[in-house]
């Protein structure tokens, strides 16, 4: 039996993509609906993509689930610090004197 209506298969939904439609990613064709993050689901084009094996991801998820890990790594700037480790340990908030009353 003949293949009607080709087209490469789209590696997500697996229906066939027609060339106006068909995104190319690491030798796979997907429909630009289809062109997404597996982990959040955010659209994706060439610039914003990043693909591990035979997934395709957005640089934010794939940082988060294939980037460095370990301290320092995702913190944020919050656990960042200027100081060599051991000063200022034992930081007490300053205590301000009351004003004397004015009449």
């Given at each position: 039996m003949p293949n009607w209506g080709g087209g490469a298969k789209c590696a997500a939904?697996?229906?066939s993509v027609y060339h106006a439609e068909?995104?190319?990613?690491?030798?796979?064709?997907?429909?630009?609906?289809?062109?997404?993050?597996?982990?959040?689901?955010?659209?994706?084009?060439s610039t914003t993509?990043?693909?591990h094996?035979?997934?395709?991801?957005?640089?934010?998820?794939?940082?988060?689930?294939?980037?460095?890990?370990?301290y320092g790594y995702g913190q944020g700037a919050g656990a960042l610090s200027s100081d060599p480790p051991g000063q200022n340990v034992d930081l007490r908030p300053h205590e301000s004197k009351p004003k004397p009353a004015t009449t």
């Open positions: 939904c697996e229906k068909e995104i190319q990613c690491n030798g796979r064709s997907f429909h630009k609906t289809c062109f997404i993050c597996m982990s959040c689901r955010k659209g994706l084009d993509m990043a693909a094996e035979s997934e395709i991801y957005c640089k934010s998820c794939y940082g988060k689930k294939y980037g460095p890990k370990g």
